[in-house]
C-alpha cells in the first residue's frame, strides 16, 4: 500500500485547505439606464430594467414602468 515518503508540513496542509474558505467579492458595474451599481446579468434593483426594457414595476421609474 503506498504511503507518503514524508509528512506534510502544517503550513502545505494549511495552505492546501485554506482554498475552500476563499470568498470572492461579487462583481458590480454601473446599470447603463441609471448608472446605480448593479450585477451583471440581473435586473437592476434601483430602476428594473434588464437590457433596455423595463421588467420590474419600481417606484424610481414611475407610473409607465413595467
Do not use: F, W
Request: overall charge positive.
Amino acid at each position: 500500500m503506498a504511503v507518503p515518503k514524508r509528512r506534510k508540513s502544517s503550513s502545505k496542509r494549511d495552505m492546501r485547505r485554506a482554498q475552500h474558505d476563499k470568498v470572492t467579492a461579487p462583481n458590480i458595474v454601473p446599470c447603463p439606464h441609471c448608472s446605480a451599481p448593479m450585477v451583471p446579468h440581473r435586473v437592476c434593483p434601483a430602476c428594473g430594467y434588464y437590457k433596455g426594457k423595463a421588467v420590474l414595476k419600481t417606484e424610481a421609474s414611475g407610473p409607465s414602468g413595467g
